[in-house]
């Protein structure tokens, strides 16, 4: 669906210049929901605006449905950009205008007749919750009403693509819920291909299926959601999923492991999908010689799936220890010895 291939963009400027985009690719199918993550001047924003050509690359391409967008002419990009919605940040509203006129205006530069704008803006707000407030104006509504609209507005032209453009970050966390919620709906029930740029985890967990994380311009780690959270490599992705799950001991638990006199050691235990299911901790704990103590837990749904770490101390010889780590890793199980410093 909407393919970039090795995109480089430079930007000069009084103080010199600057790599926005460093050799990045970045593949969306058809109906992800696609997260790119990042801090502020990673890159992503740029990357997205790549997407409509409101940037152009300096070396690389953007293919969009088919169509390799750095070499169509003006006319024929105005056309493939009417498939492409956008939701922005700061919502981009008319203030002064009510939510009827804000969602009709990308059908009224299209030219649409005025009795089909009336049928599709009603359609569109139907969408969006927003039936009853049609003639409010926009200056009316809360933050997330006003998001509301934007969105409204992005899908009037029956776009099969949405760029979101750091879409929640204006907005309280439960506000925040309820966008997203309806971000998912849309991907579900119209098969709208999402792209969004955010610098939050946790919009990623709720509601993406694929990830790119950015950092100096540069993707460093892209994959399935459920992938990229259990086996988390570069040390920024590591950061961005300690925000939503944090698998890490406390330095208080630390002290007391310090005082133990026994030998142990200490398994950080990824159960995902149907592993879930398995009694890897009961098998362990009845194996003769072995003594469990669990040290931590976490429980969290990613991707339509779930994901439970647990942090376990095993006491017992070395040989019954080694017999405890093969039966957790003949259960599909990941496993990772930590070491307690």
Known sequence: MIRLEHISK????SGGTVDALKDVSVHVEKGDIYGIIGFSGA???TLLRMVNQLEK????????DGRELTQLSKADLRLVRRKIGMVFQQFNLLESKTVFQ???IPLILEGVPKDKIADRVKEVLHIVELDDKRDTYVSQLSGGQKQRVGIARALAT????????????ALDPKTTESILRLLKRINKEMGVTILLITHQMKVIQMICNKVAVMENGQVVEQGAVLEVFSQPRAPVTQEFVRTVINDQIPDSIIDLLHTES???IVDRLKFIGASVKKPVISEVCSIDGVEVNILGATVQELEESVMCI????????????????AQIDAAGVLRERVVID
């Open 158 to 169: 029956d776009p099969t693509i949405l760029l979101c453009d750091e879409a929640t970050s």
């Open 262 to 264: 026994r030998p142990y």
């Open 43 to 45: 890159g992503k924003s």
């Open 10 to 13: 430079r930007f000069a400027g």
């Open 57 to 64: 690359p300096d070396t690389g391409t953007v293919t969009v």
């Open 310 to 325: 647990f942090i376990l101390q095993l006491f017992g010889s070395d040989d019954k220890l080694r017999e405890a780590e």
């Open 102 to 104: 804000n969602v009709a």
